[in-house]
């Protein structure tokens, strides 16, 4: 029996120090993330502002210089742009376009 109950002790140690170790790896995550909420704002608003001053402008003129109708639209909550073409039976396309910050 006292192995049992030696071995019950240590499956409690062992569950107490991990509930210890994950509350402070969290309570060390929420901090980061604190830290880093006022530059994900900006890179929202610079992503934003990219998308919608640079790329819907230059997709809507690929667009227009198609032999196909196409339309451009805010994709993704207003972080992705989507060109679709009209479909032909000479040409398909599919392009997918992902971009990150350096």
């Not at 980061?32 to 640079?54: G, K, V």
């Amino acid at each position: 029996m006292s192995d049992l109950g030696s071995l019950q002790q240590r499956l409690s140690l062992l569950v107490e120090d991990t509930a210890v170790r994950r509350a402070h790896e969290r309570a060390g995550r929420e901090s980061e993330m604190q830290e880093s909420e006022p530059r994900r704002i900006r890179q929202e608003r610079i992503a934003c502002a990219w998308l919608s001053d640079i790329v819907i402008p230059r997709l809507h003129v690929l667009a227009r210089m198609l032999s196909r109708p196409g339309h451009v639209e805010q994709v993704g909550g207003g972080y992705a742009a989507c060109l679709t073409l009209e479909r032909s039976q000479r040409i398909t396309t599919g392009s997918p376009f992902t971009t990150t910050e350096p």
